[in-house]
């Protein structure tokens, strides 16, 4: 079974990047029709989607955080990485990683990571 493991620093201080790691075992990154996610959960809201890459390495981001997420990924490591750029306290979440697959029906299926904390605070 697939297991995801979040990973990076607690605190990052504001206009900082936020750097988070995703370790993957029991699954390639690159294989075929998975596709390596990264959400998001603020306080007191919901999940939000920051975006994903697929299984060629192709990049998709969500509209509210666009402009400043970066996700890429070390095939030679199993991992793919967030940076997200300037961040303030409003950053401040639970960010999991999970993997997005489709069965045989096209049917999506999810598998999540148990999320770490991140605190934005000067």
């Known amino acids: 079974q697939v297991q995801l493991q979040e990973s990076g620093p607690g605190l990052v201080k504001p206009s900082q990047t936020l750097s988070l790691t995703c370790t993957v075992n029991?699954?390639?990154?690159?294989?075929?029709?998975?596709?390596w996610t990264w959400i998001r959960q603020p306080p007191g809201k919901g999940l939000e989607w920051i975006g994903y890459i697929d299984y060629n390495g192709a990049t998709y981001y969500g509209p509210s955080l666009k402009s400043r997420s970066s996700i890429s990924r070390d095939t030679s490591k199993n991992q793919f990485t967030l940076q997200l750029t300037s961040v303030t306290p409003e950053d401040t979440a639970v960010y999991y990683c999970?993997?997005?697959?489709?069965?045989?029906?096209?049917?999506?299926?999810?598998?999540w990571g148990q999320g770490t904390q991140v605190t934005v605070s000067s």
């Open positions: 029991g699954d390639s990154i690159t294989t075929n029709y998975y596709y």
């Open positions: 999970a993997k997005w697959g489709f069965d045989s029906d096209g049917k999506r299926y999810d598998y």
